[in-house]
């Protein structure tokens, strides 16, 4: 099956900070979703990117297709940002989303 | 829109006992999708129904797992004779459309086999 490898991680930050996550993955896909795990286990999308940037807010990403890997930026951190992002693709000629091991955000004030 | 909505939020249940839980998605979406997240992991693809067909299975989910959804509405997951290795959280999720589309979760179901 297709692999998902997130980095970092973990990560700690202090309020006010940006970060960058990566997503690689190993195989041609047609979806690709970011997600928000917040600490009360709540899983919200962020992102449907299968390809190009999209910005929402702070937040924003990119996929580059082609080289099989996805961005997610976030910008000025607030301590709501504090939880796991997880990145979660769907490869060609599949129809269930893969997910990755997840990055846990820490944003401490 | 109300979002997805499962029941129970949890269930505690001694092992060897069967359970079931239910998913209502959001209402227009014709994709449904069940996984389970154990504690540090990613959420792992279960099982998938587009309307009331179930187009792919999981290999984590063995014969004492079953998953319908009758209609194309709701769906229910049973788990017979669990065991402790059962336990974790149930994710149901919808999504709309023929080729994916955001994926939308419900809060959960957590499991606790003792």
Redesign the interface.
Known sequence: GIQVEQSPPDLILQEGANSTLRCNFSDSVNNLQWFHQNPWGQLINLFYIPSGTKQNGRLSATTVATERYSLLYISSSQTTDSGVYFCAVERLGTQKLVFGQGTRLTINP | DTGVSQDPRHKITKRGQNVTFRCDPISEHN?L?W?RQTLG?????LT?F?NEAQ??K?RLLSDRFSAERPKGSFSTLEIQRTEQGDSA?Y?C?SSLGT???????G??TRLTVT
Request: a negative charge.
């Open positions: 994709r999708y996984y992991q990613g959420p792992e693809f998938y587009q187009l792919e999981s959280m994710l999720a080729s994916g589309g955001s994926l939308h979760f809060n959960g």
